[in-house]
């Protein structure tokens, strides 16, 4: 017997085919969108709208995937962190963070991750494997259902793993969250750690989202011994990139900057960094570092922190000091590793 078709795993084009393939009319293709990624339907057999000899002919040839939620923790600051199995048996997280009005839903693009940063711990997996676009999709209907009556409000791709080391998925992925669940393009922010020909490739073929970009460094010396990705792709040719990136009206890029006692977090650092930025529609955003055993490297003093991001504010650019959220159950940045 041939293979069931994962409905979900289809892209519009796709569900039209299938439809067609199936002698059905074009409407039913967008009945299924509906169903799938607004009610969140997991089976055929809940499309009510749809007769009964229809759900068992389609049943026949066709399924709906999702994720299993194998846990869910809650942090003391209201953060959420849910770990969910895929049909592999491989695992993925994803942490919702309320924030004043806002409902901000942090997705992985991958398991684990091949850049191999020395202050992340999903770095220290190393790449398991990449997403498809339907378990990226997945992770914010599957979140959307158990969150309510809250909504979703923004999308970071800021959990496990790189998006644009999985481009091709991950912008058919933001297609449908934008297209399907309904979320606005300006709400969803991509964070890169620096793959600068992927950023081309981004602003070509992709949705226009928000850029954050995980600089952390102002020199190739530093920026080599803490991101081994500056070695292809080094400070100087980021930051081209970033000039040359496409940003919409009123857009801004984010530069990400982790702050590491003794490493990166000088006045000499903020300074150059300013430099670095010059010219550039841009904020800062400081992520004092959430530190773990065995990497040697310390979160610096809340004044050392504080100082930092006075030269920048001095300096007249944008800066915040974003405290990670969710440190008590390890749904900070740089603290998500699944099970492994
Ligand atoms: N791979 C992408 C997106 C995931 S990481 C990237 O690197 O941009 C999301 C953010 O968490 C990045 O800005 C990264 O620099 C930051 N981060 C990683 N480990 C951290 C840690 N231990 N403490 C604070 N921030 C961390
Ligand atoms: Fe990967 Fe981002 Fe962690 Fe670096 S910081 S290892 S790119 S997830």
């Known amino acids: 017997m041939p293979q069931k078709t994962n409905l979900k795993g289809l892209s519009r084009e796709a569900l039209l085919h299938f439809a067609a393939e199936q002698g059905l009319p074009k409407y039913r293709a967008d009945q299924l969108i509906h169903w799938i990624y607004q009610k969140r339907a997991t089976e055929i057999h809940c499309i009510t709208e749809f007769s009964k000899e229809l759900r068992a002919k389609l049943s026949d040839v066709a399924y709906i995937s999702s994720l299993r939620l194998s846990n869910r923790l809650t942090s003391s600051d209201g953060t959420e962190k849910f770990l969910f199995s895929l049909e592999d048996g491989e695992t993925v997280e994803s942490v919702l963070i309320t924030d004043k009005d806002r409902l901000t839903l942090c997705i992985s693009s991958?398991?684990?991750c091949a850049m191999g940063c020395r202050f992340c711990l999903t770095g220290k997996l190393g790449l398991i494997r990449n997403l498809k676009a339907d378990e990226i999709v997945d992770q914010v209907i599957s979140v959307g259902g158990l969150a309510l009556p809250r909504k979703i409000t923004n999308i970071v791709l800021m959990g496990m793993g790189e998006p644009?080391?999985?481009?091709?998925?991950?912008?058919?992925?933001?297609?449908?969250?934008?297209?399907?669940?309904?979320?606005?393009?300006?709400?969803?922010?991509?964070?890169?750690?620096?793959?600068?020909?992927?950023m081309a490739l981004l602003a070509e073929r992709g949705p226009e989202v928000n850029l954050a970009v995980s600089l952390n460094a102002t020199t190739d010396q530093e920026r080599d011994r803490i991101m081994p990705i500056n070695r292809r792709y080094p400070i100087k040719s980021l930051i081209v990139a970033c000039r040359r990136f496409?940003?919409?009206?009123?857009?801004?890029?984010?530069?990400?900057?982790?702050?590491?006692?003794?490493?990166?977090?000088?006045?000499?650092?903020?300074?150059?960094?300013?430099?670095?930025?010059?010219?550039?529609?841009?904020?800062?955003?400081?992520?004092?570092?959430?530190?773990?055993?065995?990497?040697?490297?310390?979160?610096?003093?809340?004044?050392?922190?504080?100082?930092?991001?006075?030269?920048?504010?001095?300096?007249?650019?944008?800066?915040?000091?974003?405290?990670?959220?969710?440190?008590?159950?390890?749904?900070?940045?740089?603290?998500?590793?699944?099970?492994?």
Not at 282 to 310: D, Q
């Open 246 to 340: 496409t940003l919409g009206p009123r857009r801004r890029i984010t530069f990400e900057y982790v702050l590491i006692e003794g490493l990166n977090d000088s006045a000499e650092d903020a300074m150059r960094l300013a430099k670095l930025v010059k010219g550039i529609r841009c904020k800062i955003n400081l992520i004092p570092l959430n530190p773990h055993a065995g990497s040697g490297l310390k979160r610096p003093s809340e004044g050392a922190v504080l100082e930092f991001r006075n030269i920048l504010a001095g300096l007249n650019l944008t800066v915040l000091v974003r405290e990670s959220k969710g440190q008590d159950i390890l749904a900070a940045c740089g603290q998500l590793r699944a099970e492994h």
């Open 164 to 198: 644009l080391a999985n481009l091709d998925e991950v912008t058919e992925a933001l297609r449908r969250i934008i297209g399907f669940v309904g979320i606005a393009k300006r709400r969803i922010t991509l964070s890169t750690a620096g793959l600068v020909p992927k």
């Open 110 to 112: 991958q398991v684990g």
